[in-house]
């Protein structure tokens, strides 16, 4: 089991910056692929980004990519998405999730490939 808790939501103006953070715990989650995914309201939820085990991977949704930033810390078990140049679609319920592994970018985009998640942290820009 691995658990995972986020922080760092809240509510920022347009073209602003904010940095979630998630905390893992449990069974070794430093050999887990990590990810962000998004789910506003009436939406699917979506892949924001994803890094592999050891950093050397990682994957971007077209509509983040040059403006969001993820990678994690394994020796603070802590994944990080900083996200600048906020706009209104971006607002969302932002959750961290762990994969067994994360060979490529098709793996990483699906929600299905990964086995655990947190609980969620609300992410609100307003225009």
């Known amino acids: 089991q691995v658990q995972l808790v986020e922080s760092g939501g809240g509510l920022v103006q347009t073209g602003g910056s904010l940095g979630l953070s998630c905390a893992a715990s449990?069974?070794?989650?430093?050999?887990?692929?990590l990810g962000w995914f998004r789910q506003a309201p009436g939406k699917e939820r979506e892949f924001v980004a994803a890094i592999s085990y050891n950093g050397v991977r990682i994957y971007y949704a077209a509509s983040v990519e040059g403006r969001f930033t993820i990678s994690r810390d394994n020796a603070k078990n802590t994944l990080y998405l900083q996200m600048n140049s906020l706009k209104p679609e971006d607002t969302a319920v932002y959750y961290c999730a762990a994969a067994p592994a994360l060979i490529n970018s098709d793996q990483a985009m699906k929600v299905s490939s990964y086995a655990y998640w947190g609980q969620g942290t609300q992410v609100t820009i307003s225009s």
């Open positions: 449990g069974r070794a989650p430093n050999i887990f692929g």
